[in-house]
């Protein structure tokens, strides 16, 4: 199993938490068993950029984006070099620090 710490945020989880996921899950997938309700509009499928996280470290231990990933990162609010899409990101051996950034652009937000 892999870890992954989620840094503090302050509406998913404010004290920050600590994951397991299998390689080959995505970070989104390993959240969101873990009742981190990270919002994921697109329902996975690459089609949007509410499920972003910048990966403070292991980065390097996944796979490199694609280009459509690539092209949603750059809608992304707050994009930084080590951004990902946490429905994409597919975790490998390497533990992970992942922060949630504050803001979301979520375009068909049903919560008012």
């Known amino acids: 199993m892999t870890r992954?710490?989620?840094?503090?945020?302050e509406n998913?989880?404010?004290e920050g938490a600590v994951v397991e996921a299998?390689?080959?899950?995505?970070?989104?997938?390993?959240?969101?068993?873990?009742h981190i309700e990270i919002e994921h509009a697109c329902e996975m499928?690459?089609?949007c950029t509410t499920c972003h996280v910048?990966?403070?470290e292991g980065y390097d231990s996944m796979g490199e984006p694609d280009e459509l990933e690539d092209d949603?990162?750059?809608?992304?609010?707050?994009l930084e070099p080590d951004s990902r899409l946490s429905c994409q990101a597919?975790?490998?051996?390497?533990d992970l620090v992942v922060e949630i950034p504050r803001y979301t652009i979520n375009m068909?937000?049903?919560r008012h």
């Not at 992954?4 to 945020?9: D, F, G, R, W």
């Not at 299998?22 to 873990?34: F, H, I, K, T, Y």
């Not at 597919?90 to 390497?94: K, P, Y």
């Open 4 to 9: 992954i710490v989620v840094l503090p945020n």
């Open 12 to 14: 998913l989880c404010p």
């Open 22 to 34: 299998e390689p080959g899950e995505s970070v989104c997938r390993a959240l969101l068993r873990n």
């Open 45 to 47: 499928s690459c089609a």
């Open 54 to 56: 910048i990966v403070r």
């Open 72 to 78: 949603y990162l750059d809608k992304a609010w707050g």
């Open 90 to 94: 597919i975790v490998a051996d390497e």
């Open 108 to 110: 068909v937000s049903e």
